[in-house]
Each structure stands twice: as C-alpha cells, then as structure tokens.
C-alpha cells in the first residue's frame, strides 16, 4: 500500500509517498518526495511508484518467464503443443468451475472432455458447463481481435445457453451479493456506465502496461463490475487468459485449492478500492505457477 507520510523540520513539513515491500526475504521503503504541499495528481503519482517498483521487482522475471516458455515452444513439435494446451484447458476448466461450485473431480472432468465419459451420480450442469467451458477456452484462444463487450456476451452465452437460459449472455438487471464477502456488486443502473469506463481504460492501456499487470487489472476490473448474475469469475479468468495469451505469455490457471487466499485478495482489493492488493498477489502466483521459467 502505498502511503502519505510527512516530516516536519522546524517549522516547515515535507510529505512523501512511502510503499513498503519485501524484496528477496527482506523488508524494505521506497518512497518518493512529494514537495511542501500535497500535489492535486497526488493518484497519479501513486500509480507511478508502483509502476516503478513493479518494474524494478517483476517485470524481468516476468520476460524471462515469457522468453524461457517461448524457447520451449519452439522446439516442441506440434503434436506435444497441442498436448499441452488439452491438458491445460482440463485443469482450468476443472479449477475455474470447481471454485464456484461444481461436483466434478479432476479425474471426472478429464474423463469428460477427454473421452467423453460422462460421470454418474453428478449434476447435470456441472457437466455440461464443463463442456461450455472446454470449447469457450479454446473460442478465446482462436479469438484475433480484441476485448469487447460483445464478444464477452457472446462468451458468457456460451458458456450458459444450455443451463441457464434466462441470464446467458445478458447484463443483469437486479442487485446481486456474493456469499461470504464484504464486497457489495455495484447496483445494476451502474452497470453500463462503469462497462464504458472499463473498456475506455483497457483501449488506453492496453499497449502500455505489461502485460501480466494488464492481465491481473482486467480480471479484477471486470470481476468488480459484476456484469452477469452468474459466471462473472469464470468470465474473468478468460478474459485473464486472452491477455496473457495475446501478448504471448503462458496462461495462468487458479487453482481451486488456492481460493482462499484468491478469494481474500479480491475482497480486500475491491473493499478498500486498492488494485494494488489483488495485483500483487496475482504476480506472486504467477511467479509460483512458472517458476521453472526462471531457473
């Protein structure tokens, strides 16, 4: 978090942004010096020492990941890529629906989408959501243009058309809460207004912030909106993967077993309005998930 801090010396006071963080098992400040009065872009220049530390602490593990992971690709045969990404789009299928619900088992929903197995004594919608999902993974992954409020209602349809046919593909209409969490969802009059403010801010840094950051914001932007009565963190973590995958990096899957800690990240980056929570954490699992990049 960064803060506001200041220092009085005799009779005059200096302020300044101080942001603590931990750096290679050791705790340090950095800060920036503000002047003897606060400045009205005082959020901006917020932002700017993140950016600044992001780039100093991530950014070169984050390009080596991507250049590491690109070399092996390339010398992979197409057969083992393809491979790769069936067995990635059954463990984020799994995970992703698992988080909010479903009684499919891993070995259930491979067995489902490998082989098409179908599991018995499990619900109906689990199963078939999974199969939605398994084809809207690979509908992002085709997909060449860009982020739009279409084609993210044209996910959500998908994803739902044949188990929840009153809310598939459309904008909720009525207020929502999310069991267990502080976070009340914004009112549904707020939806379209903060939609445009949304894909405004990704048309503006798109190109600019890098893309694993680009990638946290998007999910956590979007997922705050709250747009659908359902699927909005499954949706989410697509849109997650279509950035990631767009600009070349490997995907990130969330792992079931690490909701709770997913779950409070959102929560306290939504409750106390600082992206920076739910960013930091996102760069600390995607480090965890592609640490064999870095060695």
Same mark, same amino acid.
């Given at each position: 978090?960064?803060?506001?801090?200041?220092?009085?010396?005799?009779?005059?006071?200096?302020?300044?942004?101080?942001?603590?963080?931990?750096?290679?098992?050791?705790?340090?400040?950095?800060?920036?010096?503000?002047?003897?009065?606060?400045?009205?872009?005082? $959020?901006?220049?917020?932002?700017?020492?993140?950016?600044?530390?992001?780039?100093?602490?991530?950014?070169?593990?984050?390009?080596?990941?991507? !250049?590491?992971?690109?070399?092996?690709?390339?010398?992979?045969?197409?057969?083992?890529?393809?491979? $790769?990404?069936?067995?990635?789009?059954?463990?984020?299928?799994?995970?992703?629906?698992?988080?909010?619900?479903?009684?499919?088992?891993?070995? $259930?929903?491979?067995?489902?989408?490998?082989?098409?197995?179908?599991?018995?004594?499990?619900?109906?919608?689990?199963?078939?959501?999974?199969?939605?999902h398994k084809k809207v993974f690979?509908?992002?992954?085709?997909?060449?243009?860009?982020?739009?409020?279409?084609?993210?209602?044209?996910w959500h349809k998908?994803?739902?058309?044949?188990?929840?046919?009153?809310?598939?593909?459309?904008? !909720?209409?009525?207020?929502?809460?999310?069991?267990?969490?502080?976070?009340?969802?914004?009112?549904?009059?707020?939806?379209?207004?903060?939609?445009?403010?949304?894909?405004?801010?990704?048309?503006?840094?798109?190109?600019?912030?890098?893309?694993?950051?680009?990638?946290?914001?998007?999910?956590?932007?979007?997922?705050?909106?709250?747009?659908?009565?359902?699927?909005?963190?499954?949706?989410?973590?697509?849109?997650?993967?279509?950035?990631?995958?767009?600009?070349?990096?490997?995907?990130?899957?969330?792992?079931?077993?690490?909701?709770?800690?997913?779950?409070?990240?959102?929560?306290?980056?939504?409750?106390?309005?600082?992206?920076?929570?739910?960013?930091?954490?996102?760069?600390?699992?995607?480090?965890? $998930?592609?640490? !064999?990049?870095?060695?």
């Amino acid at each position: 978090m960064v803060s506001i801090k200041k220092k009085q010396i005799g009779k005059q006071t200096y302020y300044y942004l101080e942001h603590t963080i931990r750096h290679k098992g050791k705790i340090q400040k950095r800060g920036k010096y503000l002047g003897k009065k606060l400045p009205k872009n005082i $959020e901006d220049m917020k932002k700017e020492l993140l950016s600044e530390i992001y780039a100093e602490k991530w950014f070169p593990s984050f390009d080596r990941i991507k !250049r590491n992971y690109s070399e092996e690709r390339r010398l992979m045969p197409k057969t083992a890529r393809k491979k $790769e990404i069936q067995i990635f789009s059954i463990t984020f299928t799994y995970d992703t629906n698992r988080i909010e619900g479903s009684k499919l088992t891993l070995r $259930e929903t491979a067995d489902l989408l490998e082989k098409g197995v179908t599991p018995k004594a499990k619900p109906l919608d689990d199963i078939k959501e999974a199969e939605a999902h398994k084809k809207v993974f690979y509908d992002v992954l085709d997909y060449k243009k860009d982020l739009s409020l279409q084609i993210i209602l044209y996910w959500h349809k998908e994803l739902f058309e044949s188990t929840k046919t009153d809310i598939a593909g459309k904008i !909720r209409q009525h207020q929502v809460a999310i069991a267990g969490s502080k976070f009340l969802p914004p009112f549904p009059a707020e939806i379209y207004p903060m939609l445009r403010d949304f894909f405004r801010w990704y048309d503006k840094n798109k190109n600019k912030l890098h893309p694993v950051e680009l990638a946290a914001l998007v999910h956590l932007r979007f997922v705050t909106i709250h747009p659908f009565t359902d699927g909005n963190g499954r949706i989410s973590r697509l849109m997650m993967n279509f950035v990631l995958h767009k600009h070349k990096f490997p995907l990130l899957n969330i792992h079931y077993d690490s909701r709770a800690s997913y779950y409070n990240a959102l929560e306290r980056a939504q409750t106390k309005e600082q992206d920076n929570i739910f960013v930091q954490w996102f760069f600390k699992r995607y480090v965890k $998930e592609h640490k !064999r990049y870095l060695n």
